[in-house]
């Protein structure tokens, strides 16, 4: 079972004088961890280092790392092992570093990267991953009430309702369950909305 992050969170702390500030952000593609290292950067360009960890796909099968500078292995593998430890995919983890004038050592590194990824992780909001399937469907002002009430109370999720000439709902809905919606929607509408 694969855990997915829901959304933005950080944390910081200091050790031995260096201050590390450890953000995680929702990702789903390695064009949204490139961007977001491109603005990391950019935001702490007067840090000493910013390192990054990340893990997408459904099976956490995309992977990297970048120690940002600090002896090789020290930083984003121990941040990358955390992470795959937690189950935790579709994630990317940054740490800024701002030296703090003592050197930890490589152990001492090590410690402080992987603590900057615990830390972060423990007060992320994740939830299970489950396939969803979006979906959309057009319908009168009359049927919008009765329909919508089928809609929540098999689970969906309605992401977006648009009232024109006729109401359209986008939504989302665990995979599994869409045929069963499908079907209920059809038998309910006599076949006249179709998802």
């Given at each position: 079972m694969?855990?997915?992050?829901?959304?933005?969170?950080?944390?910081?702390?200091?050790v031995s004088r260096s201050r590390f500030i450890s953000?995680?952000?929702?990702?789903?593609?390695?064009d949204e961890v490139r961007n977001l290292l491109k603005r990391q950067k950019e935001k702490y360009s007067d840090a000493t280092h910013v390192v990054h960890a990340f893990c997408t796909g459904l099976?956490?099968?995309?992977?990297?790392?970048s120690d940002?500078?600090?002896?090789?292995?020290?930083?984003?593998?121990?941040?990358?092992?955390?992470?795959?430890?937690?189950?935790?995919?579709?994630?990317?983890?940054?740490a800024t570093r701002y030296f703090g004038g003592t050197l930890l050592g490589t152990g001492g590194l090590v410690r402080a990267y992987s603590d900057c990824a615990k830390k972060v992780l423990e007060i992320a909001r994740?939830?299970?991953?489950?396939?969803?399937?979006?979906f959309s469907l057009s319908l009168s002002y009359n049927?919008?009430?009765?329909?919508?009430?089928?809609?929540?109370?098999?689970?969906?999720?309605i992401l977006a309702e648009n009232f024109s000439e006729?109401?359209?709902?986008?939504?989302?809905?665990?995979?599994?369950?869409?045929?069963?919606?499908?079907?209920?929607v059809k038998n309910a509408t006599g076949g006249k909305i179709i998802l």
């Open positions: 694969m855990l997915i992050l829901q959304d933005y969170c950080s944390t910081e702390f200091i953000e995680a952000f929702p990702v789903t593609c390695g099976q956490g099968e995309n992977l990297g790392t940002a500078g600090e002896p090789s292995g020290t930083a984003g593998k121990p941040m990358l092992e955390v992470i795959k430890g937690s189950k935790v995919t579709n994630i990317l983890i940054t994740v939830e299970e991953y489950i396939a969803k399937e979006d049927e919008h009430e009765r329909i919508r009430k089928i809609l929540l109370d098999l689970g969906c999720e006729t109401v359209k709902i986008t939504g989302r809905i665990p995979q599994k369950d869409f045929s069963e919606l499908q079907l209920t």
